[in-house]
């Protein structure tokens, strides 16, 4: 049998990173380029190890729109969704809802492993979580979060962006009442040419109570199978999700294109349905061959695999890797 070098490419979320500083960009690479190499110091025990791994260090660190970094829908609270596939023999495992586990991707998988079930939400998925011993955290909606809130639901509310203008358009009539894009993913495959894919995320900013997007749902934000290879999705959810974009990412690759050019067909095929600024992928294929793409103006991403001295890692597009 044919050794596969063993890979792992990670990505912190696609969108416009308007109005990111050099020095917050250079912290983001850091942390991409950490959290890569989490997943890649385990990847010897398998490809799922490597994915949660990965996506753990970025639920963990704060940084990202994930775990500790989650943002605040419309009444100020926290509300995490993940997701865990292993291509061996296609469980899954996925949660949503969560207000207090510091690392949803591991409830994730805790429920793919140890239940007959594959997705729990809420109250009984923190329960679940409690049962396990996972970390539960009662500081995630921190007081920095607090006053981000504050400013963007009074500039929203005021109509500036596009973003939800019809849940706009119900609070100001007095329908709803109410006190006051971003994902993390990893694939992976290894050395016995296992593949996995692994997201975690809080949503985006002001969204509504009890939504749930595209990263929990198997085929949507997430697909893995040995018989093609494996992808994650970031972007607009609520399109990812019509599309089934990571399960057509792995369609491509099961009849044959490989990671990359899955990748570009992907990321066509959303850009004709839904137009720019809406997705992002990354894939591995059943060979080891690693792809990504974006509609967007950038999408941070880091791969590390076997022979490489150091993680390569980028945000934009112009920059090579």
Same mark, same amino acid.
């Given at each position: 049998?044919?050794?596969?070098?063993?890979?792992?490419?990670?990505?912190?979320?696609?969108?416009?990173?308007?109005?990111?500083? @050099?020095?917050?960009?250079?912290? #983001?690479?850091?942390?991409?380029?950490?959290?890569?190499?989490?997943?890649?110091?385990?990847?010897?025990?398998?490809?799922?190890?490597?994915?949660?791994?990965?996506?753990?260090?970025?639920?963990?660190?704060?940084?990202?729109?994930?775990?500790?970094?989650?943002?605040?829908?419309?009444?100020?609270?926290?509300?995490?969704?993940?997701?865990?596939?292993?291509?061996? @023999?296609?469980?899954?495992?996925?949660?949503?809802?969560?207000?207090?586990?510091?690392?949803?991707?591991?409830?994730?998988?805790?429920?793919?492993?140890?239940?007959?079930?594959?997705?729990?939400?809420?109250?009984?998925?923190?329960?679940?979580?409690?049962?396990?011993?996972?970390?539960?955290?009662?500081?995630?909606?921190?007081?920095?979060?607090?006053? #981000?809130?504050?400013?963007?639901?009074?500039?929203?509310?005021?109509?500036?962006?596009?973003?939800?203008?019809?849940?706009?358009?119900?609070?100001?009539?007095?329908?709803?009442?109410?006190?006051?894009?971003?994902?993390?993913?990893?694939?992976?495959?290894?050395?016995?040419?296992?593949?996995?894919?692994?997201?975690?995320?809080?949503?985006?900013?002001?969204?509504?109570?009890?939504?749930?997007?595209?990263?929990?749902?198997?085929?949507?934000?997430?697909?893995?199978?040995?018989?093609?290879?494996?992808?994650?999705?970031?972007?607009?959810?609520?399109?990812?999700?019509?599309?089934?974009?990571?399960?057509?990412?792995?369609?491509?690759?099961?009849?044959?294109?490989?990671?990359?050019?899955?990748?570009?067909?992907?990321?066509?095929?959303?850009?004709?349905?839904?137009?720019?600024?809406?997705?992002?992928?990354?894939?591995?294929?059943?060979?080891?061959?690693?792809?990504?793409?974006?509609?967007? #103006?950038?999408?941070?991403?880091?791969?590390?695999?076997?022979?490489?001295?150091?993680?390569?890692?980028?945000?934009?597009?112009?920059?090579?890797?």
């Amino acid at each position: 049998m044919k050794k596969i070098r063993s890979a792992i490419l990670i990505h912190g979320g696609a969108g416009s990173y308007k109005g990111f500083s @050099d020095e917050v960009l250079s912290i #983001r690479l850091e942390h991409l380029s950490k959290a890569v190499m989490e997943g890649y110091n385990v990847i010897s025990k398998g490809a799922l190890d490597a994915v949660e791994a990965a996506v753990r260090y970025m639920e963990s660190c704060g940084f990202f729109n994930a775990g500790l970094g989650s943002v605040l829908t419309i009444n100020g609270l926290v509300e995490m969704d993940a997701g865990i596939m292993d291509g061996r @023999d296609l469980r899954v495992g996925a949660t949503a809802l969560l207000r207090r586990v510091k690392n949803p991707v591991s409830l994730a998988r805790k429920i793919m492993e140890n239940t007959d079930h594959i997705f729990i939400a809420g109250e009984w998925a923190e329960k679940l979580a409690e049962f396990y011993g996972l970390e539960l955290l009662d500081n995630i909606v921190s007081e920095e979060k607090l006053k #981000r809130f504050k400013e963007m639901y009074e500039n929203w509310i005021k109509g500036e962006g596009s973003r939800m203008s019809k849940l706009r358009e119900m609070i100001l009539q007095g329908r709803v009442i109410f006190e006051s894009h971003d994902t993390v993913g990893a694939v992976a495959i290894d050395s016995e040419g296992n593949v996995a894919s692994a997201v975690s995320t809080g949503g985006y900013w002001l969204k509504f109570p009890g939504r749930i997007g595209d990263v929990p749902l198997v085929g949507c934000g997430f697909y893995a199978d040995n018989d093609a290879g494996a992808s994650a999705a970031t972007g607009t959810g609520e399109y990812i999700a019509r599309l089934n974009l990571s399960r057509f990412c792995c369609d491509l690759m099961r009849i044959g294109f490989q990671a990359q050019d899955a990748c570009r067909l992907t990321i066509k095929r959303i850009t004709d349905k839904f137009g720019p600024d809406t997705a992002g992928i990354i894939a591995v294929d059943k060979n080891g061959g690693l792809g990504y793409d974006f509609n967007t #103006r950038g999408m941070g991403r880091a791969l590390m695999y076997e022979g490489l001295d150091k993680p390569i890692v980028a945000i934009f597009r112009e920059e090579k890797n």
